[in-house]
């Protein structure tokens, strides 16, 4: 199902090509936080990837966390990273990617969700006509509902890897 599929699939965050978003006329960016810029087994952001999210500002970037996470802590990491964030979004549904779109300005045109979940990032991305962009998760360890989805994910990539 196409509705399923990222447009790209790389390793990770900073594997992802820019310039070429660029070219597109992207210049938004939704970013899922655990597990795509956070670990599920780390209590931080890692400098590498607090590097790439400031030089995607530098970049010309608008970005925003869009997370289904409901603890405070998701909004605290955030405010460290100084970026902007809709947290207990319940993605795939529309509402938190559209009210994140309103927050910065910006539309799904111009708009690449980036995320480590098929069935939450990916899907809720495509379907409002986002460019969507799978990262494999920063980690083994996550919920034991997505450890479920983890399987059907892999069914639904059928074989296909990253890019990089
Ligand atoms: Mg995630």
Known sequence: MKVLQPDIYVSDVLGIDLDAFKRESIDTLLIDLD???????ATEVTGEIRDWIRG??????????V???WHSSAIVHAEKLQMDIVAKAIKPLPFAFRQA???VGSKPSRTAMIGDQIFTDILGGN???MKTVLVKPL???DLPH?????RLERFVLAGREPLD
Do not use: P, Y
């Open 35 to 41: 597990n795509t810029i956070l670990s599920r087994d």
């Open 56 to 65: 995607l500002e530098q970049s010309g970037f608008i970005t925003c966390i």
């Open 67 to 69: 997370s289904n996470n």
């Open 101 to 103: 779109l309103v927050r």
């Open 127 to 129: 379907l409002l006509g």
């Open 139 to 141: 980690s083994a360890s």
């Open 146 to 150: 997505t450890l479920l989805l983890r």
